[in-house]
């Protein structure tokens, strides 16, 4: 069964930094582009950020450019967001995902596999 595995949510105040992981076993990673969506509470899933392939691509939310960054390291397995200046609007669960194939996408159901998420709270 593929897993995807997200870590580093946390309590943070407005302003702070923070790195989400996601890594995967038994899933062939490197020739697929990788996503972050979030949800907050009373709302639908919505995309983040997104990274094909080779890392070469990337697309953002508006709400999020400029402060966020989505990386990968496929030797590891893992893809990383940065999130820097955080806002209280940020707080959600943030969840990783896979697409079957190599191209960006923004809209979940064109990713084939989801990891459990990770909360992030952004609060004074």
């Known amino acids: 069964q593929v897993q995807l595995v997200e870590s580093g949510g946390g309590l943070m105040q407005p302003g702070d930094s923070l790195r989400l992981s996601c890594t995967t076993s038994?899933?062939?990673?490197?020739?697929?582009?990788m996503g972050w969506f979030r949800q907050a509470p009373g709302k639908e899933r919505e995309f983040v950020a997104a990274i094909n392939w080779n890392g070469d691509s990337t697309n953002y939310a508006d709400s999020v450019k400029g402060r966020f960054t989505i990386f990968r390291d496929n030797a590891k397995n893992t893809v990383y967001l940065r999130m820097n200046s955080l806002k209280p609007e940020d707080t959600a669960v943030y969840y990783c995902?896979?697409?079957?194939?190599?191209?960006?996408?923004?809209?979940?159901?064109?990713?084939?596999?989801w990891g459990q998420g990770t909360q992030v709270t952004v609060s004074s």
């Open positions: 995902a896979a697409r079957p194939g190599s191209d960006i996408a923004t809209i979940p159901r064109n990713y084939a596999y």
């Open positions: 038994r899933l062939t990673f490197s020739s697929r582009a």
